[in-house]
């Protein structure tokens, strides 16, 4: 349920319904608006009387949240979340690019490719340092000399850094080097990994599923946030369809339908989306079209010799030249990449 106080309730009627509501076994959320004031009640309503609300002081109106997502919802939080991560920005009228490699290989590998990405525009650095991968018996990721990789290529170029956790006995560990958690799309519903995460005050970017509905990844993100961490991104990498010219098929509607029912901001992976390096251009530059918050984007100077994904990676000079075709789009449709 979420209460919606007038524009000019005063502090002490927000702060009686609030109460009011803790005491009668809700726990409140209370989201300050530009305008107006947001309570948000998680519980069991079955034997409380709403009316009780409705004609309390400073109240403009109670609202029932039917979807089963209420802090990851667009009832709850009618405003856009903003994440923001050093000069990264997702949800707001800035896109952010994230780029990198797929896996942290080496300081030479990595060094080299931050550096192409930060001068090509991207705001964060990406490299897997746990990789989940199909098989056993390839490259598992470099782990803990990975990321210490990451935060000290992070520090020399400037960027922010996001790298995949996989159990939660990671994330303690990861705290120390990175600065954005993500969940890779295999992981979505490791609920006890969500719950872990939730404790953490760190972003993390959500991917959803490969056989997940849009409603599914809303209620991993809800997850997160029941935990009281807020700070969650979204990001669309594609779905598993009988089509199997491309490694996934990206849902591009994803972006819009997230978009209306939740106000976590949403990024897109036309890298794995597709499998495809020639397929990731035309697909980056569809899903900004279509309103994604920020993208993530494999790049590798040699693919040819990537220990994982080099298919879908894009060479330096190709994410060059995308950048500049995604600051057009984006200046198109009011929005701005930098
Ligand atoms: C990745 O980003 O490297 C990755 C493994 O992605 P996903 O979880 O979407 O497959
Ligand atoms: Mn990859």
Redesign the pocket.
């Known amino acids: 349920m979420v209460i919606v106080m007038k524009d000019n309730a005063t502090e002490s009627q927000i702060k009686a319904v609030s109460d009011r509501l803790e005491e009668i076994g809700f726990r409140v959320h209370k989201i300050v608006g530009v305008n107006r004031t947001i309570l948000g009640a998680l519980g069991d309503k079955r034997t409380v009387d709403l009316r009780q609300f409705q004609y309390s002081e400073g109240v403009h109106e109670v609202l029932r949240i039917t979807e089963p997502y209420k802090l990851a919802g667009r009832i709850f939080h009618p405003e856009d979340s903003v994440v923001e991560v050093k000069e990264a920005s997702f949800g707001g009228e800035r896109i952010s690019i994230m780029a990198g490699p ?2 942290i290989e080496s300081e030479e590998q990595l060094f080299t490719i931050a550096d192409a990405v930060k001068k090509a525009g991207a705001k964060v650095l ?1 490299g ?1 340092a746990f ?2 991968r199909t098989s056993p018996y390839t490259f598992q990721g470099l782990g803990l000399e990975g990321l210490k990789l990451m935060k000290q290529a992070g520090e020399q170029f400037g960027l922010a850094t996001i790298s ?1 956790v996989m159990e939660i006995s990671q994330v303690e560990l990861m705290d120390q080097y990175v600065d954005i958690y ?1 969940v ?4 979505m519903q490791n609920f006890s990994l969500l719950r872990e995460l939730g404790k953490s005050r760190k972003p993390v970017m959500l ?2 599923g ?1 056989a997940a509905t849009i409603e599914e990844l809303l209620m991993a993100a809800e997850y997160i946030m029941a935990g009281n961490n807020y700070q969650v991104v979204l ?1 669309e ?2 779905i598993r369809t009988f089509e199997n010219y491309t490694r996934n098929t990206l849902d591009i509607s994803a972006i819009p339908v997230a978009k209306k029912l939740s106000h976590i901001p949403i990024v897109a ?1 036309p ?2 989306g597709t499998g495809r390096r020639d397929q990731v251009g035309p697909m980056a530059r569809a899903a900004v079209a279509a309103g994604a918050d920020g993208l ?1 984007i ?1 790049v590798h100077h040699k693919p040819e010799q990537a220990l ?2 080099g298919a879908q990676s894009l060479y330096p000079h190709q994410f060059t030249r995308l950048m500049e075709e995604l600051r057009m789009i984006a200046w198109a449709i009011g929005r701005e990449i930098n």
Not at 184 to 187: I, M, P, S
Request: proline share 4%; with cysteine; net charge positive.
């Open positions: 797929c896996s990406r897997g990789k989940p995949e993500q890779g799309a295999r992981n991917k959803r490969m990001c990498r594609g992976d890298s794995h993530i494999e994982s994904d």
